[in-house]
């Protein structure tokens, strides 16, 4: 089965904090994305990262980060953290397109409040 | 823009009786995926159930089968015989190459 681990499952944080959040995927998959979940707004793609060191913003990348240095982890840095950060996190990771359905297989979320 | 509608923020329906999940896509592509995901209360999202475009057959597994109206850009969910463990966030999304488009999301309650 496919894993995708998140380091955490909830942190709080301060404002102004670096926060980084985890990703680790055990499938060999070219592709790796972070989500952010929020009520009502659906999952809004903040980065994606097809390749080693290659990343692409997504459609909310303001305020956040991302570093890829090896296929299997994938980090998102929050480089300081504001309130309107408070969300649920979700990193996902798919083989590229072409290459089998296209699924995306998702950890189990970290939710991060920022006080 | 591709964008994935779902209409119905929330939706309920009685054990073991059929429920139907509404969902409408808009894509200028003709090589795409279709995807319904489920969100239990536990958070990990899993895949449910998957459409190609090109294929005319809608997708079935088990209890749960797709209405794939392509040229209405149409992609519903129907859950047969509900169950207390289908109670979840249900997502309809769409992919195109390496890109994955959700909808808002459907919260459905299972009734006992």
């Known amino acids: 089965d496919v894993k995708v681990t998140q380091s955490s499952r909830y942190l709080v944080k301060r404002t102004g904090e670096k926060v980084f959040l985890e990703c680790v995927q055990d499938?060999?998959?070219?592709?790796m994305f972070w989500y952010r979940q929020d009520p009502g707004l659906g999952l809004r793609l903040i980065y994606f990262s097809y390749d080693v060191k290659m990343k692409e913003k997504g459609d909310i990348p303001e305020g956040y980060s991302v570093s890829r240095e090896k296929k299997e982890r994938f980090s998102l840095i929050l480089e300081s953290a504001s309130t309107n950060q408070t969300s649920m996190y979700l990193c996902?990771?798919?083989?590229?397109?072409?290459?089998?359905?296209?699924?995306?297989?998702f950890g189990e979320g970290s939710r991060l409040t920022v006080l | 823009a591709q964008t994935v509608t779902q209409s119905q923020p929330e939706m309920s329906v009685q054990e073991a009786e059929t429920v139907t999940l509404s969902c409408t896509y808009d894509?200028?592509?003709?090589?795409?995926?279709l995807f319904w995901y489920k969100q239990p209360p536990s958070r990990q999202m899993i895949l449910v159930i998957r459409?190609?475009?090109?294929?005319?057959q809608n997708a079935t597994e088990n209890r749960f089968s797709v209405n794939f109206q392509k040229a209405a850009k149409s992609f519903s969910l129907k859950i047969s015989d509900s169950q207390l463990g289908d109670a979840a966030m249900y997502f309809c999304a769409n992919s195109t190459g390496n890109q994955f488009y959700f909808g808002t999301g459907t919260s459905l309650t299972v009734i006992p």
């Open positions: 996902a990771s798919s083989f590229p397109s072409g290459a089998f359905t296209g699924e995306l297989f």
């Open positions: 459409q190609e475009a090109y294929k005319q």
């Open positions: 894509t200028s592509e003709s090589d795409y995926y």
């Open positions: 499938m060999d998959h070219e592709n």
